[in-house]
């Protein structure tokens, strides 16, 4: 019906990243993943901005022909998107620079069943998907600066936190998300 369907996080989650992108100058030909791709529209936002380079996964059949749909009628039918299990990465899904997620993880560590072993499997993959040195973007909504630390701590170090809203709630004050970008160790 022409509608994409919502924004995990909102605009402003997508303006952040892209801000950060930018401020940072990762090159416009740098291999990018958007992990939990789901309608696309931050490949869209991404190829509008100049990004060349880039690739969508999503485990939703559905959602990759949506996403599909949506990026030919943007006139994107170069941006590369795929029905991927990120837990059980393909050989071919390697070299990526840049990771971005925006709410794949929080969804996976929601999993009744195993999100602990679940977790970890999400660690491995993106251990393989990104190059030596490359940058894994996360804005989750169920875990703080500490935690993601803390569970992404082997292989990663942090590079910066992006700032995200703050509250104020009982006196105290908080973030309704956590935005980081963290370094693979070479």
Not at 21 to 28: A, G, R, T, V, Y
Not at 157 to 177: A, W
Request: charged share 25%; proline share 4%.
């Amino acid at each position: 019906m022409g509608d994409v369907g919502e924004v995990w996080f909102g605009e402003e989650s997508m303006d952040r990243v892209v801000r950060w992108l930018e401020k940072e100058e990762i090159p416009h030909d740098a291999a990018v993943l958007d992990i939990g791709t789901g309608n696309g529209v931050f490949l869209v936002e991404l190829a509008k901005c100049g990004f060349t380079n880039l690739t969508g996964i999503d485990y939703s059949a559905v959602s990759v022909e949506l996403a599909k749909n949506i990026l030919k009628k943007e006139g994107l039918s170069q941006v590369k998107v795929q029905e991927e299990d990120f837990l059980s990465p393909s050989p071919s899904l390697r070299g990526f620079a840049v990771c971005i997620d925006k709410g794949t993880f929080d969804a996976i560590s929601l999993n009744p069943d195993g999100a602990v072993r679940a977790r970890e499997r999400y660690v491995q993959a993106l251990r393989s998907v990104l190059s030596p040195g490359g940058l894994f973007l996360i804005t989750s909504c169920n875990w703080t600066r500490e935690q993601l630390l803390n569970m992404f701590g082997q292989g990663f170090e942090l590079k910066q936190e992006l700032p995200t809203p703050r509250f104020q709630f009982g006196g105290r004050t908080g973030n309704s998300v956590t935005a980081l970008v963290l370094q693979q160790r070479q």
